[in-house]
């Protein structure tokens, strides 16, 4: 499969804890975005990496939410001190051009 | 009132049949518009970018109204498949930089045999 990969599928945990997911993009690609959804609402932006450099970020990005993409490969979402608010599916999407984004299976997050 | 709004539905429309749903967008200055398909619990899947000029692919047909502010899906021919929620997504910047897609809440769309 060459589509854009996210771990773990599914986490559950206790509230305060911290979480990280990762994802690896497309290998061509050089965007990589995360969005999170929760029931009901479409995806809303977190933030966008072009290569290693994060170039975006939405306020809904909170001190606690942190992201990397080191090597301008695959990228890391961590949550700290996790809130039941926090619970949705986070996804990744990667892009070889502007807009044009492709997600991944998603990373669904329930916090206990 | 929502930078992306949608009727969230539910549509309930028989095999065969034409539906058409809108998106309305509040920022004048958007650039780009696009479809996406989502599955229950699946992630969202490009379906097709909207141009000014519409476009289709196969029997579904994508416009724009830059006047008042809205873009179209109409899918002809309905099938069983097409059961699932359709989410537009505006990328509301006017300049090159921003990548951010601002995503309505989505129309829900039954198929019924």
């Known amino acids: 499969d060459t589509g854009v990969s996210q771990d773990p599928r599914h986490k559950i945990t206790k509230r305060g804890q911290n979480v990280t997911f990762r994802c690896d993009p497309i290998?061509?690609?050089?965007?990589l975005y995360w969005y999170r959804q929760t029931l009901g609402q479409g995806p809303e932006f977190l933030t966008y990496?072009?290569?290693?450099?994060?170039?975006?970020k939405s306020r809904l990005l909170s001190d606690r939410f942190s992201a990397e993409r080191p090597k301008g490969s695959f990228s890391t979402l961590e949550i700290q001190r996790t809130e039941q608010g926090d619970s949705a599916m986070y996804l990744c999407?990667?892009?070889?051009?502007?807009?044009?984004?492709?997600f991944g299976e998603g990373s669904w997050l329930t916090v206990v | 009132r929502k930078e992306v709004e949608q009727d969230p539905g539910p549509f309930n429309v028989p095999e065969g049949a034409t539906v058409a749903f809108n998106c309305t967008y509040s920022n004048s200055a958007s650039q780009s518009f696009f479809w996406y398909r989502q599955d229950c619990r699946k992630e969202p899947k490009l379906l097709m970018s909207v141009y000014s000029s519409g476009n289709e692919d196969g029997r579904f047909t994508a416009q724009l109204n830059r006047a008042s502010q809205y873009i179209s899906l109409l899918i002809r021919d309905s099938k069983l498949s097409d059961s699932a929620t359709y989410l537009c997504a505006v990328n509301m910047n006017k300049f090159e930089g921003s990548e951010k897609l601002t995503f309505g809440t989505g129309t829900r769309l039954t198929i019924i045999p």
């Open positions: 290998s061509e690609h050089n965007r």
């Open positions: 990496f072009q290569n290693e450099a994060q170039l975006e």
């Open positions: 999407a990667s892009s070889p051009r502007r807009n044009t984004i492709y």
